[in-house]
Each structure stands twice: as C-alpha cells, then as structure tokens.
C-alpha cells in the first residue's frame, strides 16, 4: 500500500507565503484564464509580483516620512518648514512620489534645507533607493545606460529612464571613485582564502584610452548677443589617447591554481603610487594571514610600472623576498618577432619552440639566448634593415632585465612565470572604456574604472555595505 508523501513542517513564515502564492496562482488564472500556457502564467505571476512589491516599497517609504515640528540629526536641530513638499523618489520596482515637509537647521538664515526621509532610507545620489542603486551601480560596471535600462526591463525590473540612470549613476559612481581605497579596505573581513596559499604574484600596466579634451587653441567666441540670435559654437575639443593605469593582485595554491584575483584601475592623470598603494595593500593582507615567502611582481620592463616592486620592498616585512620578473609572454613576443623577421616564413625549423623549451628547461637559457642574438646581430647583412632593428631591440630588451628572465625553476614548482591576470585587466577595463566612439573625461573614466574594478574583483557587494551605510542618519524626534 503506498503511502502519501510526507508534508514538510513549515514555520508561519513560511506559511504566509504559502498563502500569497496561491492567491498570486487564483489573480494568473483570473486574468490569464484556462487557456493560457506556462510561460504567460509565468509571465503573469512576475507582473502580479512586481505589483505587490511596488506597494510594500511604497508603503516602507511613506511609513519614514518625517512630520515632527523638530528633529535631529547628528547632534544638531532641525526646524519644519511650512510650505508643502513632495519628491520623486525611484526604487527597483518602479516610481514614488512621497510627501514629506522641508526642514531647515535652527539658527541657520536661508540655509540649505533637507528631506529626512531620503537620511532614513539612505537615498543614493538624493533620489535613488539603495537597492536600486546597488543594482545600477553593477549592470554599469558592464555597458552604457541604455543597456542598464535593457537589463533591468529583460529581468522584471522597473527602471527609471536612460537620463535618470546616467545622471544618478555619474553622481554616485564619483563618490565611490573616491572613496575606494577605503571601500576596499572595508573588504578585506574574514578569511582571505580557505586552503593554503602557495603563492602571490601582482603587477602593473597601461593601456590606452581615448579622451575628450578642450582644444589647445580655441576659436575666437563670437559675440553673447548678435542680431539676429546665433547659437554660440560648443567649445572645440580633441581626442587624444592617454595611457590609463591597472593592475592586479593574484593569489595560487600549492598547486599553482589561481584562487582569487583583484583588479584596480585608474586615470592617465592619476598617481601610480596610489595604485601601487592599493595592490600593496591586499598583498599584506594576505600576508597578513598566511606565511608565503616570496611576492612575485612581474610585469612588462616599462620603466614606469618600477613603482610597484619600489612600494613592496619598502612596505613588506623584510622576510619576504620580492622577486622580481619580466612577464614571460612579453619576452617571447621580442623573440617571436626575431624568428618572423629572420627565418624563412613558417618557421621550419622551429626556433620559436626552442626558445620557449630552452626557458622552460633550463635558468641559464637567457645567457645562451643572449649570446646567439649576439652573433645573429654580427652576421646580419646590411644596415638599418628590418632585422637588424629586430634584433637589436631584443638585444635592449634582454640586456639590463636578463636576471628577471629565468622562468624554469619557478614553472616547475608551479609559481607564476606571467602577467596574465594583468594583461586580462586591461582587456575587461577596455571592454568597458574602449567601445566605438566613445571618449572620457578624466572625471568619468576614474567613476567607472574604480566600480569596474570592484565588480570584477567580486568586491561589489561587501564595498557597497559601507558606501550605503554612510548614506543612513538616524532623525529623532525633539519633544
């Protein structure tokens, strides 16, 4: 005899929603009726949803308006005004326009006024709610406002419009620009990885961005006022290329697995001392933690990214030994361009694959490589040809770097050889800020940098808990 599957015990929360959901499933059948399918049931149910949720925020936002005669906030007294006021106010479900009087601080003459509830809430740029700003702040990390909007929509979202969206998001993305290396502190809580670390490697690099300028040399402005009115010309601008700054922090295990990866990003302008700052300061954090012997720094041989090895050696406690490496994918790209330049076409003889085994195998191979581009460059025919010139900036290349360049103990013990985890920085930040047409004022490519490197660090969540939480004041009645 078989018997009736057994009802799991529920808790009266758990039988509330019970109860919404099967009058969500009476309102789908009521408005879909029988013979609709399960993807417009499903359909429907999310409008239904979307419906009620817009009500509970509604009503969570009315339930924190202010109407006291006098309050304060943070030590210091506000006076009601008496003229009415309303504000619109967007949440992820949508629109509200919340009632609420001005107040002004006591003994202040015409000073700025404010609406408590956007204190009590934490309103986001003034007029966004917390959540929907966590939200934006994210899908932006990712594409342009249009496509937030787009997003938003796809998932059941009620977003505000494309203008609010960027306007809102300029605002707070610049405060959070500014405020990251502190929003990044505030992540590093808890455990940094959950098995044994084996080793850290970090590094810097620059790429490209295209910017928006004023012109160095202006057109003379026409007249304010002529008869009849002419529009006056926009101001000229150029669009030159500037080198933006990123870099990562990467930790392994013993087995040479990339655990975890930290990314940052900043302006041309910006100083690469506080970029270096910020990658020091997760390698202690780690540090921190577990004992690892040796910090790898290993980027390309700009003479620029210098700071950051500069910043671990004066900052790392003196037991650490930083080792210092020229990224192994870079060297191989001088190499490679020797081999294209001065073997015959497709390499018959595989030279590319000798050099690469040779370092691989052997510590020593740079010396070797060394001294046969040495007496490649003397056999060479000709002067200022291609090969030559080749050759010749292999040649500078290897020279003053040769002891950042032995690859084969460090690949055997499964430590890191390359910059990879930077090299893929720079293409996830030009996904971003490298998109046809596009140019950037310093201002906004700091903002959107700075949230980008947080979302794809997997810092997005744990830096915006503070972020918001500064937004919040708690507003007291005075009696």
């Known amino acids: 005899m078989s018997q009736s599957p057994k009802i799991p015990q529920v808790d009266s929360r758990n039988k509330v929603i019970i109860e919404l959901a099967e009058l969500i499933r009476q309102e789908v059948v009521r408005r879909c009726g029988t013979a609709s399918n399960f993807e417009q049931r499903r359909d429907m149910a999310a409008a239904i949803a979307s419906e009620l949720l817009w009500l509970d925020e509604e009503q969570d936002l009315i339930s924190m308006v202010t109407i006291d005669e006098q309050i304060e906030i943070e030590g210091r007294c506000y006076k009601r005004l008496q003229q009415d006021s309303a504000a619109t106010y967007y949440g992820r479900w949508g629109m509200h326009k919340i009632e609420e009087p001005l107040y002004r601080e006591v003994g202040v003459r015409n000073g700025s006024t404010l609406k408590p509830l956007e204190l009590r809430a934490g309103m986001v740029a003034r007029h966004m709610t917390p959540d929907l700003g966590r939200i934006v702040g994210q899908l932006s990390a990712e594409g342009s406002s249009r496509e937030v909007e787009r997003i938003m929509k796809a998932v059941g979202l009620i977003p505000p419009g494309r203008a609010f969206i960027e306007k809102r998001f300029k605002q707070m993305a610049g405060e959070i620009s500014q405020q990251v290396e502190q929003l990044e502190k505030e992540t590093r809580q808890g455990p940094v990885a959950e098995c044994e670390i084996g080793a850290i490697s970090c590094g810097l690099d620059r790429m490209s961005v295209r910017m928006s300028e004023p012109a160095e040399q202006q057109p003379e402005r026409k ?15 150029q669009y030159p290329y500037r080198k ?50 040796v910090v790898h720094s290993i ?98 290349y290897i020279r003053k770097r040769k002891s950042k360049m032995r690859y084969a103990t460090l690949a055997a013990a499964h430590l890191p050889i390359g910059s990879g985890a930077t090299e893929s920085t720079c293409w996830h930040m030009q996904r971003r800020v490298q998109r046809p047409g596009q140019s950037w004022q310093v201002a906004g490519l700091r903002a959107v940098m700075s949230i980008r490197a947080l979302v794809l660090s997997e810092r997005w969540q744990s830096a915006w808990q503070p972020y918001a939480a500064a937004h919040r004041k708690e507003v007291r009645r005075v009696a």
């Open 223 to 237: 007249p304010i006022r002529t008869e009849p009115y002419q529009r006056t010309a926009p101001e000229a601008k």
């Open 244 to 293: 933006a700054w990123v870099g990562s922090t990467t930790i392994y295990d013993v087995q040479g697995r990339a655990l975890e990866t930290w990314r940052y990003g900043a302006e041309a302008d910006a100083d690469p001392n506080e970029l270096a700052r910020r990658v020091v300061a997760d390698v202690s954090w780690v540090l921190s933690q577990q004992r690892v012997g």
């Open 299 to 396: 980027q390309d041989g700009a003479p620029e990214l210098r700071v950051l090895p500069q910043l671990l050696v004066k900052t790392l406690p003196t037991e650490v030994k930083i080792r210092e490496l020229i990224d192994f994918e870079h060297l191989m790209g001088y190499l490679d361009d020797v081999v294209n330049a001065c073997e015959p076409e497709g390499d018959p003889h595989d030279w590319k694959g000798w050099y690469r085994g040779e370092l691989m195998k052997d510590d020593a191979a740079i010396d070797r490589i060394w001294r046969k581009l040495i007496r490649m460059a003397d056999t060479l025919p000709g002067r200022q040809t291609k090969e030559r010139k080749v050759v010749a900036a292999a040649l500078s």
